[in-house]
């Protein structure tokens, strides 16, 4: 097979695997769809929960009662189909990868996927209370929280993927480390600026509350010293199987 035969093959791949991933995400959604408005009830009750008596969302626009439900299901169809995404992209990478490397990044994408869902959940059912709460008792008297249902989906969403994405650390570090990019004795050195970086984000990625903030900074930290943990065992173990391959050879 000619070099541009065997590109045509993997664009050919790539494109099926793509085109099965977009159909999950489709069916999930259409099976969704009729709870659309049920799904934006319990996005809400967070913040229903923390407003003033009498207070209630709004819709500013005209169609946002109906497109915002519908926008939340995409996404939350999304966050269901993760793991068959994930299970194509493995499905196309796995073929071009070393037995030592399928070792790896098999158990990698099933933590990557569970690390990101309990990023969520902790955004859910802990941050969400408790920065609500604190936006609620801060307003400025007389003035009540009437918060528009496409600006709070914006908001939760944006949140969500912050600390999702956050909780992807010790994935992140791991692969630093079996790459050989870095270590993990470097990365200990390091730890006074990670946890100052950490808080940083916390401030750039959360809302303007302290409270956001370091809930987000420090489980930052806790999972960086945890990849930290499991990344050198990956890079002791590639270390000894270097040395071994030395004797042998």
């Known amino acids: 097979m000619s070099d541009s035969q065997s590109l045509i093959s993997h664009l050919i791949d790539l494109r099926n695997s793509m085109l099965k991933g977009i159909g999950c995400i489709l069916v999930i959604f259409c099976g969704l ?27 500013t626009d005209v169609a946002s009662p109906f497109f915002a439900p ?15 995404v994930l299970y194509q992209v493995w499905s196309f990478v796995a073929p071009g ?14 933590s990557s996927t569970l690390l990101f869902y309990a990023g969520v959940a902790f955004a859910y059912f802990v941050v969400f209370p408790l920065a609500f709460t604190f936006f609620a008792n801060v307003a400025p008297e007389g003035v009540v929280m009437n918060t528009d249902i496409n600006s709070y989906l914006s908001f939760v969403l944006k949140i969500f993927f912050a600390f999702g994405l956050s909780f992807e650390i010790p994935v992140a570090i791991i692969l630093l480390c079996w790459t050989g990019v870095t270590s993990a004795e470097s990365l200990r050195t390091k730890r ?21 903030q370091i809930l987000l900074a420090i489980p930052m930290w806790i999972l960086f010293e945890v990849g930290i943990v499991i990344g050198s065992m990956y890079a002791s173990r590639n270390q000894s199987s270097d040395n071994s391959e030395q004797k042998i050879g």
């Open 33 to 59: 769809a009729f709870f659309a408005q049920d799904l934006y009830q319990w996005l809400a009750e967070p913040l229903l929960a923390s407003l003033p008596e009498n207070a209630t969302m709004i819709a």
């Open 70 to 84: 519908f926008k939340l299901t995409l996404v939350v169809s999304f966050f269901v189909a993760i793991p068959y």
């Open 97 to 110: 990868l070393y037995k030592n490397e399928k070792r790896l990044i098999a158990p990698l994408m099933f």
């Open 192 to 212: 006074p600026y990670v946890i100052v970086g950490a808080f940083i984000m916390g401030m750039l990625l959360t809302p303007p509350d302290v409270i956001s």
